[in-house]
């Protein structure tokens, strides 16, 4: 229970830190759920790129996805409601897919995560997320649009403050 009280706290750490990092340069959202060539497009890139290690389910590596692989690394979680993608803003899912996780978190964490900078454009990984977030329950995809809004509030806050320090 302690290793894993650790780990979400390294997490909520990372993510915040990851926040900060980007609160700047955050470009709005690319997902569209609406889009059904979006999401189509999404669902081949997924099925090509990221089922391997995600599932073609979206169901993710292994049950326990909590826990440590053999090597260190952090199993591919599932991006079903089951998994904590929906946890995350709209730009961390595209950075971590565009970066990698490990670079992402800046080293922070130690996954298998590749990133697709090299593989697919930035609108393409917009699809995949895209596609992603259409196969959640309409209460996850509320709860998901929920963290961006309130990631949004900060990030105009944040810049608020910074142009009154200037």
Sequence with gaps: MKKFLIGVATSVFISLGFIWWTVDEAPASGMNIKDAAV???GRILYARECAVCHGKNLEGQVPDWRSRLPDGSIPAPPHDETGHTWHHPDQQLSEVTK??????????????????????????????LSFIKSQWPDRVTRRHDMINERMERQRQHMHRRQMQEK
């Design 39 to 41: 999401v189509e497009q």
């Design 99 to 128: 970066l990698g996780r490990k670079d992402a978190s800046g080293g922070a964490m130690e996954s298998n995560m590749p990133g697709f900078a090299d593989k697919l454009t930035d609108s393409e990984i917009w699809a995949v």
